[in-house]
């Protein structure tokens, strides 16, 4: 009506028409018929019952072609921008129980191994950061999925007046797309989706891992209250964190979906074809799995409580301050390789009589080095190692806090 292409009388009764559509799908009071072929001729049939042939007009300059991915970018805006609250949500639930672990020491791992003391709230802290990364590719993904492609047509535009940047402001896209044939056959917003899900996934993927390790009886470093866990139907005794295991299967699916879409778009030639359209199905699974997984890793923190005592003890094994200890030689003028043979050294002299590094007297660092002030041992304490780490990015007890609150801060 506003390009003059019809009537207002005939704008309202398609207004009237559609509005009454709107109420009876609502209520769950709309009768699609399979016949029809697909919503849209569904929509246009009902409306002709309700108006007359005058509903003949909606179709006006438009293909199904356009109004789909119309419809699909709309709705993968609004998909995004609720994974966007969750994942917050989920840092939030993160920097709760970095927030309260400040002190507990736990080691950090390399191949599995003991490597260095670290921080439990530091370790929490890490996957904040990739949990950061992925809401800054969901920012990017809505801008990419901000262009509206409705007045491509089939594929070659349209000769009728229409305004398409009326129409790309009424659905909220900053500008509609600039090439007809690319719009209605682009689908790069679809895989973009799921890299951004199979990311963020992988992500929560790596986690549920660790706690899985962590909750193993052979770990025992955290425990996972009752409900988040699931027992056996043969042995009594068995409480299994089946929802951890869940988010690491449900994974490999919405990895695979973004692959299954590759494999569909590699062979297409412009503009439009029929395999397109399983995109919707892939999409909409990718965004449910994840959305559960999303879900279930923030009750699975909620759930988890840390074995402060096991993981201090822990952290004592593997001689995990050796590198302290090569550190403090490096500070003394001693080149870091002849220190890192010398922290060696004194590695196996603590093997051979089965100590743990803080365990050694002064007597076993002469072996190794003489020119060592009286509080050399202090160095080879897991506290110490660990607010030793000052260096941006470190695992310090004031670096971690600075962290808590800058992200905190950032969220806001």
């Given at each position: ?302 759930s988890m409580k840390p074995n402060k005592k096991k993981m201090y003890n822990y952290s004592l094994k593997g ?72 260096s941006f990015g470190g695992t310090s007890k004031q670096n971690v806090i600075k962290m808590i609150n800058k ?6």
């Open positions: 009506f506003k390009q003059k292409i019809i009537s207002f009388k005939i704008k309202n009764k398609i207004i009237y028409g559609l509005n009454k559509i709107e109420k009876e799908i609502l209520n769950n009071k709309f009768e699609f018929n399979q016949e029809f072929e697909d919503i849209h001729m569904n929509i246009e049939k009902r409306l002709t019952q309700l108006i007359g042939d005058d509903a003949g007009y909606i179709h006006t300059a438009r293909s199904r072609n356009d109004q789909v991915i119309t419809d699909l970018k709309i709705w993968m805006k609004s998909a995004t921008q609720n994974i966007d609250l969750t994942l917050k949500k989920l840092i939030k639930t993160n920097l709760k129980i970095a927030e309260k672990n400040i002190k507990t020491i736990m080691p950090g791992f390399t191949h599995l191994k003991n490597a260095q003391p670290v921080l439990f709230s530091h370790y929490m802290l890490a996957y904040v950061e990739m949990l950061k990364r992925d809401l800054k590719k969901i920012e990017n993904l809505i801008l990419n999925t901000s262009e509206n492609p409705l007045g491509s047509g089939a594929l070659a535009g349209t000769s009728i007046n229409i305004d398409r940047n009326y129409t790309s402001k009424k659905l909220n896209f900053t500008k509609p797309t600039s090439n007809s044939m690319d719009a209605v056959s682009d689908r790069d917003y679809v895989l973009e989706f799921l890299f951004v899900c199979s990311v963020n996934a992988m992500h929560l993927s790596r986690f549920a891992e660790e706690l899985i390790i962590w909750n193993s009886d052979l770990v025992d470093m955290i425990t996972i209250k009752d409900d988040m866990l699931t027992g056996s139907s043969m042995m009594p005794q068995k409480k299994n964190p089946d929802s951890a295991e869940i988010i690491r299967g449900k994974t490999a699916i919405i990895i695979s979906s973004l692959n299954s879409f590759f494999i569909i778009m590699k062979g297409l030639p412009l503009s439009y074809f029929k395999d397109m359209q399983d995109d919707k199905k892939i999409v909409f699974e990718s965004y449910n799995n994840l959305s559960n997984n999303l879900k279930l890793t923030s009750n699975l923190i909620k001689f995990t301050t050796a590198t302290d200890f090569a550190e403090y030689l490096v500070k003394k003028g001693v080149r870091f390789r002849e220190a890192h043979k010398k922290s060696a050294m004194l590695v196996n002299i603590a093997e051979k009589l089965n100590l743990t590094l803080n365990e050694l007297k002064l007597e076993h660092i002469k072996k190794v080095y003489n020119n060592f002030d009286p509080n050399v041992l202090n160095v080879l304490k897991v506290e110490n190692s660990v607010n030793s780490k000052k992200t905190l801060k950032e969220l806001r």
